[in-house]
């Protein structure tokens, strides 16, 4: 098992630990909100599809170890159910740039305001995973 397939299954069983009890239906995050774009982001980081990653982060220098894969099957399951369930939480927020946390990843992310809609500042994860293969970010 490589550092990817580590560190998914790890943040799914992170995620079902620290899960909302109870909570089994989608959360409908009001569209076009940093709330929606982050949990697209998540979702669709367990494709690891361009196409699907791209359009929700901030072009930037090593994005492309964002979409070389998706996570095994049996982990992905598990993290899009709570995924689709999870709390998001607003840490910060002014009307350019917001913060927010989850179960889904150890650190806050922020996203920032790109024309009408939200980009997400992935810098935390391309930057594990340049390591985790072994290159500097």
Request: glycine letters at 8%; charged letters at 20%.
């Amino acid at each position: 098992m490589g550092p990817r397939h580590s560190l998914a299954l790890s943040a799914a069983l992170l995620a079902l630990a620290s899960g909302c009890p109870g909570r089994s239906s989608p959360v409908k995050d009001p569209a076009g909100s940093p709330e929606a774009t982050y949990r697209k982001f998540m979702l669709a980081n367990l494709e690891g599809t361009e196409e699907k990653i791209k359009p929700l982060v901030i072009d930037q220098p090593g994005v492309e170890v964002l979409w070389q894969g998706p996570y095994p099957p049996e982990v992905a399951k598990i993290a899009r159910a709570q995924y689709q369930t999870m709390e998001i939480i607003r840490v910060t927020q002014s009307p350019k740039r917001v913060t927010l946390t989850s179960a889904a990843v150890a650190t806050e992310l922020a996203l920032v305001r790109v024309g009408g809609g939200w980009r997400l500042d992935a810098s935390p994860i391309i930057e594990y995973r340049l390591r985790a293969k072994g290159h500097a970010p």
